[in-house]
């Protein structure tokens, strides 16, 4: 998985108060009404997939082309609530987006024995420790973009150091999602940063 928010050399201080004051009209609203629809269709899909998988070792390619767009509409989104990026945020799952970017590597099979352990277990091995720590490491971020809120109010710039943060704790979570919704066998990394393998 390759998930990247580019960082701006500049950042728009009046988009940064319309998203803070009106954001949830003009961005939350659209995209969240949109979403929930879409992600109860996601939902379903997943079940589909679940028993593609259960019977023939493979995630149809169609399923998980749809899942992985959903994700990037939600990278997009993300990415403007936690003003980590301008711009408005492009609907549906074929949107594109200058600022942001995930790419998920289709696996031509994925471990039925593994997809079932995941499913009776998950909660234990994947859930319990992961977000155990993403919890306190939320809690982290969320000072972060309150100080880079103020920064940016006053300089124009986000400090490279707190946007890597921040994506960081979008790269870790879109992991997880991705380990626990049978898309790939890869067990996510305890980490927020770019792995070897991702560059």
Same mark, same amino acid.
């Given at each position: 998985? *390759?998930? &990247?928010?580019?960082?701006? $050399?500049?950042?728009?201080?009046?988009?940064?108060?319309?998203?803070?004051?009106?954001?949830? +009209?003009?961005?939350? +609203?659209?995209?969240? !009404? +949109?979403?929930?629809?879409?992600?109860?269709?996601? @939902?379903?899909?997943?079940?589909?997939?679940?028993?593609?998988?259960?019977?023939?070792? *493979?995630?149809? *390619?169609?399923?998980?082309?749809?899942? %992985?767009?959903?994700?990037?509409?939600?990278?997009?989104?993300?990415?403007?609530? @936690?003003?980590?990026?301008?711009?408005? #945020?492009?609907?549906?799952?074929?949107?594109?987006?200058?600022?942001?970017?995930?790419?998920? $590597?289709?696996? $031509? =099979?994925?471990?039925?024995?593994?997809?079932? %352990? =995941?499913? !009776?277990?998950?909660?234990?091995? /994947?859930?319990?420790?992961?977000?155990?720590?993403?919890?306190?490491?939320?809690?982290? /971020?969320?000072?972060?973009?309150? +100080?880079?809120?103020?920064? %940016?109010?006053?300089?124009? *710039?986000?400090?490279?150091?707190?946007?890597?943060? /921040?994506?960081?704790?979008?790269?870790?979570?879109? =992991? /997880?999602?991705?380990?626990?919704?049978?898309?790939?066998?890869?067990? #996510?990394?305890?980490?927020?940063? $770019?792995?070897?393998?991702? &560059?």
């Amino acid at each position: 998985m *390759k998930l &990247k928010v580019q960082h701006q $050399e500049r950042y728009s201080r009046l988009e940064l108060l319309l998203r803070t004051f009106f954001g949830w +009209l003009y961005i939350l +609203l659209p995209h969240g !009404f +949109l979403l929930f629809f879409v992600s109860i269709w996601a @939902l379903i899909l997943q079940i589909v997939a679940f028993w593609a998988i259960l019977f023939t070792g *493979k995630y149809p *390619k169609g399923l998980f082309d749809f899942q %992985v767009g959903l994700l990037r509409w939600n990278l997009r989104l993300n990415a403007r609530v @936690l003003n980590i990026s301008d711009g408005y #945020p492009s609907f549906g799952i074929n949107g594109t987006d200058e600022y942001t970017s995930l790419e998920v $590597e289709y696996p $031509e =099979r994925v471990s039925r024995a593994l997809m079932l %352990v =995941r499913f !009776f277990f998950g909660w234990l091995y /994947v859930y319990i420790p992961h977000l155990f720590i993403l919890f306190f490491r939320q809690i982290f /971020v969320g000072v972060i973009i309150i +100080l880079a809120w103020l920064i %940016v109010l006053i300089t124009g *710039k986000y400090p490279r150091e707190l946007h890597s943060w /921040v994506v960081g704790q979008l790269r870790w979570m879109t =992991r /997880v999602g991705l380990y626990m919704g049978y898309m790939t066998d890869v067990y #996510p990394a305890f980490t927020g940063d $770019e792995l070897d393998s991702e &560059k």
